[in-house]
């Protein structure tokens, strides 16, 4: 404790005495140190301005280039990577014309960031993710991916995340981390999308007769696609229906539509051909007589 009074004290008396030594001056050296630190704080201020102005216009050419050869995940990560580090480097050099020993300043950076890296190495592990989220070019910017039980469009690839629009205009930030050690299902990675659809008949309906119906169906849809072929098929007996499925091909980009439309002309010819959606029924059985009474007027029970 005392100790540190002591250095407090020190400290005190240092500052006073050069403020002292500034008061004692002669006005003529005053002069001079104030325009000496005015130069600096004008060369200072010269060198932020023209150097973030020719910063962003190297981006810009960055940018423009690398759209030509890269993806556009690849092409905004490097902008990203240059502009920041040519901030680093502006910052740097104004310290520098400032009279700051550079060497010390970035001994004391790399000591802060040793220890900032032990701190935070989810950071660093979703950093080296996103490196390689954009090396492999398996999720490009549009596209609709399934992560977690997530499911949305890629609005944009960053260096430490993700970020998905979900269809009701909802921003979601995946780390890319998890990206990585999880399985990503890419919805419209491929230029077609299959449709399904699954539905029950009446048991009274043929099966034959269903299957032939549901084929016409998916033909004589506009953006039903005829390669691939579609799948129809008989699923099985279910509960209270016979099973199909419908898997009809089509552009990503008519994937809603076609899901719409299908359904609708599946139930506007079924009616037409009299085959018929069944109702869920539940037959029981008991084992012993069941009493049952009716209470109430004969109009009521009516």
């Known amino acids: 404790m005392n100790m540190d009074f002591m250095a407090a004290a020190a400290s005190r008396e240092d500052i006073w005495t050069r403020t002292m030594d500034f008061l004692n001056m002669p006005d003529w050296l005053k002069l001079e140190m104030v325009q000496s630190v005015g130069a600096k704080i004008l060369h200072v201020v010269i060198w932020l301005v023209v150097s973030w102005i020719l910063l962003k216009?190297?981006?810009?050419?960055?940018?423009?280039?690398?759209s030509l050869k890269m993806s556009p995940q690849a092409s905004r990560l490097t902008v990203k990577i240059v502009k920041n580090a040519g901030y680093i480097i502006i910052g740097v050099e104004a310290f520098a014309l400032m009279g700051f020993d550079i060497l010390t300043l970035l001994g004391a950076a790399s000591i802060i960031g040793v220890a900032v890296g032990f701190a935070s190495q989810t950071s660093l592990s979703n950093i080296i993710s996103g490196l390689f989220l954009v090396?492999?070019?398996?999720?490009?910017?549009?596209?609709?991916?399934e992560v977690g039980g997530i499911t949305g469009n890629v609005d944009s690839i960053n260096l430490m995340s993700v970020q998905l629009r979900l269809a009701n205009n909802t921003m979601v930030r995946i780390p890319n981390e998890m990206i990585i050690k999880n399985p990503v299902s890419n919805i419209t990675?491929?230029?077609?999308?299959?449709?399904?659809?699954?539905?029950?008949?009446?048991?009274?309906?043929?099966i034959e007769h269903v299957v032939t119906v549901l084929e016409e169906v998916v033909k004589q849809n506009r953006l039903c696609?005829?390669?691939?072929?579609?799948?129809?098929?008989?699923?099985?007996?279910?509960?209270?229906?016979?099973?199909?499925?419908?898997?009809?091909?089509?552009?990503?980009?008519n994937f809603l539509d076609c899901q719409k439309t299908l359904a609708h002309d599946i139930k506007h010819r079924f009616a037409a051909e009299g085959i018929s959606f069944p109702f869920p029924t539940r037959s029981l059985e008991s084992r012993t007589p069941i009493k049952v009474e009716i209470s109430g007027t004969p109009e009521k029970n009516q």
């Open 189 to 206: 990675r491929f230029s077609t999308r299959r449709c399904d659809l699954d539905l029950g008949v009446d048991y009274n309906c043929d």
């Open 225 to 253: 696609l005829d390669d691939p072929a579609p799948v129809i098929m008989f699923t099985g007996f279910q509960d209270s229906s016979l099973g199909f499925k419908i898997g009809a091909w089509c552009l990503k980009d």
């Open 135 to 145: 090396g492999e070019k398996q999720i490009n910017l549009g596209d609709m991916i």
């Open 57 to 66: 216009l190297l981006c810009q050419v960055l940018r423009k280039i690398t």
